[in-house]
């Protein structure tokens, strides 16, 4: 092993990717976060990214960048949202990855988009994330999603 290297189990990756990945969604509802917890959920998404990345599936890749996005769309930065809703999205379609997944990838471009002041596109990936959302099989995932989509405001041309 060089100096480099890290001897990570692929169960202490795993386990790593889940549990940052929850940590960032304490941050995230986190209601009065400081600026340094802000950078903090910048680094912990990445950080769950980088382990599912090692040990995951294409489902984790493309969750990994779905929160990545929602995290630069949480803190106003909607070109790295983009980037990382567009990974999301490619992962879903590449990898026949449907259902909820697949519409909150669309749901992530619709909240870049809008962030970034692009009203066009901002609708163009809300129009799709309606539809796959109308494909969610459960009644639960399917109400969840709605709710997500009404927390969208797009600008008017």
């Known amino acids: ?53 090692q040990v995951g599936t294409p489902l984790n890749f493309a969750r990994s960048d779905w929160l990545l996005s929602r995290v630069y769309a949480l803190l106003d930065r909607p070109e790295a949202s983009i980037y990382h809703a567009h990974h999301s999205l490619t992962i879903c379609q590449a990898e026949d990855i449907g259902d909820f997944d697949l519409a909150f990838a669309f749901e992530a471009l619709a909240r870049a988009y809008a962030l970034g002041d692009r009203p066009t596109e901002a609708r163009r990936y809300l129009q799709e994330a309606l539809a796959a959302g109308e494909l969610i099989e459960e009644e639960d995932d399917r109400q969840y999603f709605t709710a997500e989509l009404q927390t969208i405001f797009i600008e008017e041309e």
């Open 1 to 53: 092993m060089s100096e480099k290297e890290v001897d990570i189990t692929p169960e202490l990756h795993r386990q790593l990717g889940v549990d940052l990945f929850n940590f960032t969604w304490t941050l995230i509802d986190k209601m009065d976060r400081s600026a340094e917890e802000d950078d903090e959920m910048i680094h912990v998404a990445h950080a769950s990214a980088y382990h599912w990345r």
